[in-house]
């Protein structure tokens, strides 16, 4: 089998790669929703992939598994695999699970990041009424993640919160040791979220990035009574092209309340030291930042060795994205802990796609489907939706 043409269309914001082949099969992969300057990149490998069988995952992403990077630069990557191993089930007759392994798990718990209200203000009383709106949806999403201090408007709109010079800019860029005032604030909301959640909701902090070490280790001491799941990202995590695993581990060292990170890092080389070192306690790479599922199998199983657990991320990755992380991760071993539910955004993407579960979750679980490759396809309304520019995606 030969690939004869890779794709590119935005589909509502998500950049989408449609890759085909010489027998008439062909593979869809999905990037994060907010990159949709990702088109150039992803045809960018075009002339990489080409003629080359796609059957043969790992030989044709050994040709562009170096042109990638952090995020968002490794998304492109991402994406591809995904299509790659989309093409190799169907070709096969096997969902993407029976080639990586096989299953360990016929349904996959996931944790909420997406489906939330928007929060309605910065005090403790918002945060607690935002978490009763997150603990009541339909889901019953056992684990439900809150962004706190520079990962929430907390931030900019607490007077004095850090001390540190306002950046106005996207993607989290402010950075700043906190103020005793800011502190007990971000304390007094997160005792509000957790009074509501109570035993019954695990309760996940994505905190930065943009804390200090000595800030993240006194949140941490201070939330150990409160049994957080665990605080995300606080020093680094995002769009931060680094990882810092040293001054991490300073941190996990001291405290009992679990530290999280790594939904940024692109390839295996780069959580090497994070693991080894055990600089954290739980991380959360996303499929499609760390350059696809076999690679996320592959940190996770390497994680597992060295007692971390395995939260992915996956926010923003779409309907493929969500096909592909459960895919994986009904593959990985026990230290899986849940992914976090993607959602279609425009909410007509669940029209255009087919394959998904009836309701997609339910008490927080997805059942893995058996359908040939990530088991999810385009129906034909989905061609209404393509951009002028994208009008022959599908042809
Ligand atoms: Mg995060």
């Known amino acids: 089998m030969k690939i004869t043409d890779l794709k590119c269309a935005i589909i509502g914001h998500n950049p989408v790669v449609r890759i085909t082949t010489d027998e008439g099969i062909e593979g869809y992969g999905q990037a994060e929703s907010p990159k949709r300057y990702l088109k150039p990149h992803v045809l960018f490998y075009r002339d990489h992939v080409l003629g080359r069988d796609p059957t043969d995952v790992e030989r044709v992403m050994s040709t562009i598994r170096r042109l990638g990077g952090f995020k968002p630069w490794g998304s492109a990557v991402s994406a591809i695999e995904f299509a790659l191993w989309d093409i190799a089930g169907k070709a096969a007759g096997v ?37 009763r709106q997150m603990k009541e949806s339909p889901e019953n999403f056992s684990i439900i993640k809150q962004g706190v201090a520079f990962h ?11 001390y540190g010079d306002h950046v106005d800019a996207r993607f989290h860029p402010n950075r700043g040791l906190l103020t005793e005032k800011g502190f007990k604030h971000l304390m007094a909301c997160i005792e509000a979220t957790k009074d509501v959640c109570g035993d019954e909701v695990g309760l996940a902090l994505d905190a930065g990035p943009g804390m200090m070490a000595p800030d993240l280790l006194r949140l941490a001491k201070e939330c150990e009574p409160l049994n957080l799941m665990w605080i995300e990202d606080a020093l680094t995590g995002d769009y931060v092209p680094y990882v810092l695993p040293d001054v991490y581990r300073d941190v996990t060292m001291a405290t009992s309340t679990p530290i999280h990170t790594g939904e940024q890092i692109y390839l295996r080389q780069n959580f090497k030291d994070l693991i080894e070192q055990k600089a954290v306690n739980v991380i959360g790479p996303d499929p499609a930042d760390i350059g696809g599922i076999a690679e996320l199998k ?69 059942d893995v489907w058996d359908t040939p490759g990530l088991g999810v396809s385009f129906n034909d309304k989905a061609r209404a939706y393509l951009r002028e520019e994208d009008a022959d995606f599908f042809d």
């Open 95 to 131: 969902p993407v699970y029976k080639l990586l392994g096989g299953k360990v798990r016929d349904k996959v718990r996931v944790y909420n990041g997406a489906v939330r209200p928007p929060l309605e203000g910065i005090t403790p009383q918002h945060y607690a009424d935002n978490m």
């Open 298 to 366: 592959w940190v996770a199983e390497y994680a597992d060795l060295h007692g971390i657990l395995m939260a992915p991320h996956g926010t923003a990755d779409g309907l493929i994205g969500l096909a592909a992380l459960v895919q994986v991760c009904a593959t990985l071993p026990p230290n899986y802990i849940a992914f976090e539910y993607p959602t279609g955004n425009p909410e007509w993407w669940y029209d255009i796609i087919d394959g998904l579960p009836d309701p997609i979750v339910t008490d927080s679980y997805i």
């Open 152 to 162: 929430s408007p907390m931030s900019t709109e607490v007077p004095d919160f850090y």
